[in-house]
């Protein structure tokens, strides 16, 4: 009543005011007389000093209109506050019935706001370089000599070059051997990514020439005797030493001076590289390929267009400096330019988009859940939202409570799930497979909170926008028609089935998502790496500068290992070689065969193939078949003819159904022992056949390999120990650190780990995907069970009337149940119905992540559908078989 | 000539027309009239100013209005002073002392400072 009274008094503001000016003009012209004016100046003289009067009634408006909008406001914020704690209250009256929309959807934003800032991190965020749009990636063969070409020749962009392979290098610090992660770098590439060392310089152009002394990775990797460190390096063996420059580290024995310190967020190549050493490039080496690997920053006002145009150009014209280049026609012609962002995220983009759609899809089912289990309040709530509107609540203010009632839940449910995402965060990226790239930037941001608090609003508008309409229309509508008991309108009744159907298609959609997905991984894990697993473990033990040593004291050390692990306890056999499968890294070589020339005619026929060399009881530890011919023995050392094994592919790849037993084969590698001293590449006779290994991944073809008997083997840059134990106990950590000890007490033993958990690390990635997606499509099936349920028990309860009269008129419990049973059947069928085509176009984008299984796998869908369909009939069952107990006489009464 | 009369602030306004009113209720005119013999026609004050101010006290709460008959039998608005104006009287007259009682001090200061004495 106060307020509509102050609205009204602003009309009369004007007359009473004026009034008011009329009376105190005439009260001072009055004064004046009694001071002895005449009448007639009296009052000219009483309104000069009054002023105008016009502006004073402009005055009094103006104010008027201000306190005005401030009482509005004030009324407004106060009716929010009211609305705030009436929605509070409510939380209180149904603690069950909130709970579950709390659950919902802390969860919904628990994970979504995770899995996006696991997104955001690898996919979205720039590169932390300096404009990072401006780098990219030069695909080539990654020949040493390709970078000298491409940077004398290049206008278009800077190139630098890097050792692609993970590499670790021994360095001893006050005497504790540790193994770190090392990489070569080209000088330029710290400017080509804009980031200058913290301390200290980067490498000068000398220091990458060929000819330096040091040698910590092998032939490809002299060093001048420096070396960079990154910040943690520093700081775990310098302990942040501001003096560090100039201090001296060993490294594989060799004396090095630290010249830099990169800063702490600098990662490159990989997210644990610890120290940079120069790597050499020469102009003429055009032999080994994968040495090289290339990033480049355009130069100003160049586009990547013109890059790749120019690279395009460039390193197919090597064909003719390049010697072999003539036997491989491919050289060259893929070569490619693109941003080094994408190269850097490759093949994790996929997996993380089709976790980032498959939680959309999740999101979408708990919003339409949450929205449907509103509703059918919203219909329980009826009688209440009449009787506010018949004491007077206007259809705003009705629509208002709603909205506020449902965005505080929304927001409050954000602000848990935010806290909820921080806590798993870590978690989350540990469960994260170690070799998606980029984890290090993955953390809660304002990026990433601004997401969770966008994606609450909109749940909290979307599914609370169709009770709030709904409670606009209750205010108009019901009020007129009067409280002749709760309507239910059939297009109500219409949107909560639609909405439940929805939930099935929805789960359909993850379902059949995740069953490829765990079939997929079910395939991989079935996949026989073509060794047996079983207690098999694997290390690596790498004394200090064992790549400079003389290749006697290579085989020594081996013997020595070996002879003291086949007297230990527990160790049932034991191999070395120079790489085990799975190993990172690369192991691939050139292989000519005595006798076979190229089709052209020109020259002998050259391969490539993986070549180990591996210690006479390898096969036999590791359970690798030899089909035919013979394994290697003790008599095939270092002065005895050469002899080699191949694998089966390399077998029919080459000799078909002939033996090749007996063949000769040489490598085209110059650093083995030359016959004669004279320069000439010795031959291997081929004395057996391997079977088949995969040794670089599961998914694949597997390898062609090549075995080389230790021995006879000049590759060694450290040793791959591989023990079949005779048990299970862990123990065999210890034996062979008390074995290495006994030979070389400086010598590292690293990686111990069993096969069956390397294995699973080579499906960490589809395993993450496969169980993330399960879990969803779980909650999802639950969800729409839920939803469903919740669906048909209100339509039940709506209905009770009119079962009663039904019963009442000699319909059957069997024809009640069918009601009821039919509503729940037809939006199960109607879901999956819409569901299934859904899932055939979407799951397409599976396929490049599938191994062993169909997309459109027909078994895949029909059991999925027959799964919803059970619960759906479960869920149907359970309310129409409580209708049919209904007692007609008392639903009569029911109100 | 110089105008020896001072302009008025409007926060200046307000408290003479809180402080007019605490003798008891009285019409704008009554206000002004008190107004301008107490300080002795000091001020140069439009005298239509007074009712904007009125106005503005009136929606701040701290007084109320209420149609009444004048001495000589005429319709007058009446203002009134509520407990809010009071207490708001109160509050602005400790300013106002405090603030006065500074400024007198300054101005009529008759030692120069030691500091300067040096020179």
């Given at each position: 009543m106060w307020r509509r009274y102050l609205t009204f008094w602003g009309r009369d503001v004007d007359r009473d005011l004026r009034d008011e000016v009329e009376f105190h003009i005439d009260a001072r012209a009055r004064e004046l007389i009694d001071q002895g004016w005449d009448p007639a100046s009296a009052d000219d003289e009483a309104r000069r000093v009054f002023g105008d009067a016009h502006d004073v009634l402009v005055e009094c408006r103006r104010i008027n209109r201000q306190f005005e909008q401030e009482r509005r406001m004030s009324a407004y914020l106060s009716d929010i506050k009211d609305d705030v704690w009436f929605a509070c209250r409510q939380f209180r009256r149904q603690p069950r019935y909130w709970a579950v929309i709390v659950l919902t959807l802390v969860v919904g934003i628990a994970a979504s706001t995770s899995l996006f800032a696991v997104v955001d991190g690898v996919?979205?965020?720039?590169?932390?370089?300096?404009?990072?749009?401006?780098l990219v990636r030069v695909q080539?063969?990654?020949?040493?000599g390709e970078y000298v070409h491409l940077r004398e020749r290049a206008k278009t962009l800077s190139v630098a070059a890097y050792y692609p392979a993970p590499r670790e290098v021994t360095v001893s610090i006050g005497g504790e051997p540790a193994r770190l992660s090392a990489s070569g770098v080209t000088a330029d590439l710290f400017d080509v990514l804009g980031v200058q060392p913290a301390l200290g310089r980067g490498f000068i152009?000398?220091?990458?020439?060929?000819?330096?002394?040091?040698?910590?990775?092998?032939?490809y990797w002299r060093t001048y005797g420096v070396v960079i460190l990154s910040s943690s390096t520093w700081r775990d063996y310098?302990?942040?030493?501001?003096?560090?420059?100039g201090q001296t580290l060993i490294v594989e024995g060799v004396p090095h001076t630290v010249v830099g310190v990169m800063p702490p967020d600098f990662h490159f190549p990989?997210?644990?590289?610890a120290l940079w050493f120069p790597h050499n490039l020469t102009k003429?080496?055009?032999?080994?390929?994968?040495v090289a690997k290339m990033i480049g920053r355009l130069k100003d006002g160049r586009s990547q267009a013109e890059a790749r145009a120019e690279v395009q150009t460039i390193i197919p014209s090597l064909r003719s400096v390049i010697p072999w280049a003539q036997f491989v026609?491919?050289?060259?012609?893929?070569a490619n330019v693109e941003p080094l962002a994408e190269s850097i995220v490759g093949g994790a983009r996929r997996v993380l988009l089709v976790l980032l759609a498959a939680i959309g899809v999740l999101v979408l089912v708990l919003c339409v859940n949450v929205a449907n289990l509103m509703l059918a309040r919203g219909v329980a709530r009826d009688r209440e939202m009449i009787t506010r509107a018949a004491l007077g609540a206007g259809r705003g203010r009705l629509t208002r409570q709603v909205l506020v009632e449902n965005l505080t839940v929304a927001i409050a449910c954000g602000a848990i799930g935010v806290l909820t995402a921080l806590a798993c965060l870590k978690t989350l990226v540990r469960f994260?497979?170690?070799?998606?790239?980029?984890?290090?930037?993955i953390h809660l941001d304002a990026r990433v909170a601004l997401f969770a608090l966008s994606i609450s609003t909109a749940t909290g508008v979307a599914f609370g926008l169709l009770p709030a309409l709904r409670a606009s229309r209750m205010g108009r509508g019901l009020l007129m028609r009067g409280a002749g008991g709760v309507v239910v309108e059939s297009s109500e009744r219409r949107i909560t089935s639609v909405l439940a159907a929805l939930e099935f298609s929805m789960a359909v959609v993850l379902a059949v998502s995740a069953v490829l997905l765990l079939r997929s991984l079910w395939n991989l894990t079935a996949v026989?790496?073509?060794?047996?697993?079983?207690r098999l473990v694997a290390a690596r033990v790498s004394p200090p500068g064992f790549a400079k040593r003389d290749i006697p004291s290579h085989h020594l050390f081996a013997q020595q290992l070996l002879d003291g692990l086949a007297a230990a306890?527990?160790?049932?056999s034991a191999a070395i070689a120079n790489a085990i499968p799975f190993d990172a890294g690369l192991f691939g070589t050139l292989f000519q065969i005595e006798g076979r020339s190229e089709p052209t005619g020109k020259g002998l026929l050259s391969a490539n193939a993986t070549y180990l060399g591996v210690s006479t009881g390898y096969f036999n530890t590791m359970d690798?078949?030899?089909?035919?011919g013979r394994a290697f023995t003790?008599?095939?050392?270092?002065?005895?003819p050469r002899v080699v094994m191949v694998s089966r592919r390399i077998a029919k790849q080459f000799w078909g159904d002939e033996s090749p037993i007996g063949a000769h084969i040489r490598f085209r590698?110059?650093?083995?022992?030359?016959?004669?001293?004279?320069g000439t590449l010795p031959w291997f006779t081929i004395v057996g056949i391997a079977d088949e290994v995969?040794?670089?991944?599961?998914?694949?073809e597997t390898s062609p390999m090549v075995y080389v008997p230790l021995d006879q083997?000049?590759?060694?840059?450290s040793l791959r120990v591989v023990i079949r134990t005779?048990?299970?106990?862990?123990?065999i950590a210890r034996t062979l650190q008390t074995v290495v000890a006994r030979i070389d007490p400086s010598a590292p033993v690293s990686d111990i780990q069993s096969y069956a958990s390397r294995l699973g690390d080579t499906v960490a990635r589809p395993r993450f995907a496969a169980y993330l997606l399960g879990a969803f499509a779980t909650i999802a099936i639950f969800l729409a069970a839920i939803g469903a349920y919740g669906v048909l028990a209100h339509a039940m309860s709506r209905r009770v009337r009119e079962i009663g009269v039904r019963l009442a008129f000699g319909a059957s419990s069997r024809d009640v149940f069918g009601l009821l049973f039919g509503h729940g059947m037809r939006l199960t069928l109607i879901g999956i119905a819409i569901g299934i085509p859904i899932a055939i176009g979407s799951t397409r984008f599976l396929s490049a992540l599938l191994?062993?299984?169909?997309?459109?796998?027909p078994a895949v869908f029909i059991g999925v559908a027959l799964v919803l369909l059970l619960v759906g009939l479960g869920v149907s069952y359970v309310p129409a078989r409580r209708a049919t107990r209904i007692d007609p006489m008392e639903a009569l009464r029911y109100e | 000539m110089h105008d020896d009369r001072l302009s008025i602030l409007k926060g200046a306004l307000d408290v003479l027309i809180l402080k007019s009113l605490s003798w008891g209720p009285m019409h704008g005119y009554g206000v002004s009239y008190w107004i301008r013999h107490v300080t002795e026609e000091a001020f140069t004050l439009q005298?239509?100013?007074l009712y904007p101010a009125l106005h503005r006290l009136e929606r701040k709460g701290w007084i109320t209005s209420e149609w009444g008959v004048s001495e000589n039998n005429r319709r007058a608005k009446y203002y009134e002073l509520t407990d809010a104006g009071r207490a708001q009287l109160r509050h602005e007259l400790t300013v106002w002392s405090r603030f006065a009682g500074a400024v007198t001090k300054v101005v009529s200061a008759t030692r120069k400072p030691a500091w300067l004495l040096r020179r």
């Amino acid at each position: 009543m106060w307020r509509r009274y102050l609205t009204f008094w602003g009309r009369d503001v004007d007359r009473d005011l004026r009034d008011e000016v009329e009376f105190h003009i005439d009260a001072r012209a009055r004064e004046l007389i009694d001071q002895g004016w005449d009448p007639a100046s009296a009052d000219d003289e009483a309104r000069r000093v009054f002023g105008d009067a016009h502006d004073v009634l402009v005055e009094c408006r103006r104010i008027n209109r201000q306190f005005e909008q401030e009482r509005r406001m004030s009324a407004y914020l106060s009716d929010i506050k009211d609305d705030v704690w009436f929605a509070c209250r409510q939380f209180r009256r149904q603690p069950r019935y909130w709970a579950v929309i709390v659950l919902t959807l802390v969860v919904g934003i628990a994970a979504s706001t995770s899995l996006f800032a696991v997104v955001d991190g690898v996919l979205l965020k720039p590169l932390p370089y300096p404009s990072p749009e401006r780098l990219v990636r030069v695909q080539t063969w990654n020949l040493r000599g390709e970078y000298v070409h491409l940077r004398e020749r290049a206008k278009t962009l800077s190139v630098a070059a890097y050792y692609p392979a993970p590499r670790e290098v021994t360095v001893s610090i006050g005497g504790e051997p540790a193994r770190l992660s090392a990489s070569g770098v080209t000088a330029d590439l710290f400017d080509v990514l804009g980031v200058q060392p913290a301390l200290g310089r980067g490498f000068i152009e000398q220091e990458t020439q060929e000819g330096g002394t040091g040698v910590p990775g092998g032939e490809y990797w002299r060093t001048y005797g420096v070396v960079i460190l990154s910040s943690s390096t520093w700081r775990d063996y310098f302990a942040r030493d501001p003096h560090v420059i100039g201090q001296t580290l060993i490294v594989e024995g060799v004396p090095h001076t630290v010249v830099g310190v990169m800063p702490p967020d600098f990662h490159f190549p990989l997210r644990d590289t610890a120290l940079w050493f120069p790597h050499n490039l020469t102009k003429g080496d055009l032999w080994g390929g994968n040495v090289a690997k290339m990033i480049g920053r355009l130069k100003d006002g160049r586009s990547q267009a013109e890059a790749r145009a120019e690279v395009q150009t460039i390193i197919p014209s090597l064909r003719s400096v390049i010697p072999w280049a003539q036997f491989v026609p491919a050289y060259g012609k893929d070569a490619n330019v693109e941003p080094l962002a994408e190269s850097i995220v490759g093949g994790a983009r996929r997996v993380l988009l089709v976790l980032l759609a498959a939680i959309g899809v999740l999101v979408l089912v708990l919003c339409v859940n949450v929205a449907n289990l509103m509703l059918a309040r919203g219909v329980a709530r009826d009688r209440e939202m009449i009787t506010r509107a018949a004491l007077g609540a206007g259809r705003g203010r009705l629509t208002r409570q709603v909205l506020v009632e449902n965005l505080t839940v929304a927001i409050a449910c954000g602000a848990i799930g935010v806290l909820t995402a921080l806590a798993c965060l870590k978690t989350l990226v540990r469960f994260l497979p170690a070799d998606l790239p980029r984890l290090e930037l993955i953390h809660l941001d304002a990026r990433v909170a601004l997401f969770a608090l966008s994606i609450s609003t909109a749940t909290g508008v979307a599914f609370g926008l169709l009770p709030a309409l709904r409670a606009s229309r209750m205010g108009r509508g019901l009020l007129m028609r009067g409280a002749g008991g709760v309507v239910v309108e059939s297009s109500e009744r219409r949107i909560t089935s639609v909405l439940a159907a929805l939930e099935f298609s929805m789960a359909v959609v993850l379902a059949v998502s995740a069953v490829l997905l765990l079939r997929s991984l079910w395939n991989l894990t079935a996949v026989d790496p073509g060794f047996t697993v079983d207690r098999l473990v694997a290390a690596r033990v790498s004394p200090p500068g064992f790549a400079k040593r003389d290749i006697p004291s290579h085989h020594l050390f081996a013997q020595q290992l070996l002879d003291g692990l086949a007297a230990a306890p527990g160790v049932q056999s034991a191999a070395i070689a120079n790489a085990i499968p799975f190993d990172a890294g690369l192991f691939g070589t050139l292989f000519q065969i005595e006798g076979r020339s190229e089709p052209t005619g020109k020259g002998l026929l050259s391969a490539n193939a993986t070549y180990l060399g591996v210690s006479t009881g390898y096969f036999n530890t590791m359970d690798i078949r030899v089909l035919v011919g013979r394994a290697f023995t003790s008599l095939d050392g270092v002065n005895s003819p050469r002899v080699v094994m191949v694998s089966r592919r390399i077998a029919k790849q080459f000799w078909g159904d002939e033996s090749p037993i007996g063949a000769h084969i040489r490598f085209r590698d110059e650093r083995q022992p030359l016959v004669d001293g004279a320069g000439t590449l010795p031959w291997f006779t081929i004395v057996g056949i391997a079977d088949e290994v995969h040794f670089a991944d599961l998914t694949g073809e597997t390898s062609p390999m090549v075995y080389v008997p230790l021995d006879q083997f000049w590759d060694l840059e450290s040793l791959r120990v591989v023990i079949r134990t005779d048990d299970q106990t862990t123990s065999i950590a210890r034996t062979l650190q008390t074995v290495v000890a006994r030979i070389d007490p400086s010598a590292p033993v690293s990686d111990i780990q069993s096969y069956a958990s390397r294995l699973g690390d080579t499906v960490a990635r589809p395993r993450f995907a496969a169980y993330l997606l399960g879990a969803f499509a779980t909650i999802a099936i639950f969800l729409a069970a839920i939803g469903a349920y919740g669906v048909l028990a209100h339509a039940m309860s709506r209905r009770v009337r009119e079962i009663g009269v039904r019963l009442a008129f000699g319909a059957s419990s069997r024809d009640v149940f069918g009601l009821l049973f039919g509503h729940g059947m037809r939006l199960t069928l109607i879901g999956i119905a819409i569901g299934i085509p859904i899932a055939i176009g979407s799951t397409r984008f599976l396929s490049a992540l599938l191994f062993g299984v169909e997309a459109a796998d027909p078994a895949v869908f029909i059991g999925v559908a027959l799964v919803l369909l059970l619960v759906g009939l479960g869920v149907s069952y359970v309310p129409a078989r409580r209708a049919t107990r209904i007692d007609p006489m008392e639903a009569l009464r029911y109100e | 000539m110089h105008d020896d009369r001072l302009s008025i602030l409007k926060g200046a306004l307000d408290v003479l027309i809180l402080k007019s009113l605490s003798w008891g209720p009285m019409h704008g005119y009554g206000v002004s009239y008190w107004i301008r013999h107490v300080t002795e026609e000091a001020f140069t004050l439009q005298e239509g100013v007074l009712y904007p101010a009125l106005h503005r006290l009136e929606r701040k709460g701290w007084i109320t209005s209420e149609w009444g008959v004048s001495e000589n039998n005429r319709r007058a608005k009446y203002y009134e002073l509520t407990d809010a104006g009071r207490a708001q009287l109160r509050h602005e007259l400790t300013v106002w002392s405090r603030f006065a009682g500074a400024v007198t001090k300054v101005v009529s200061a008759t030692r120069k400072p030691a500091w300067l004495l040096r020179r």
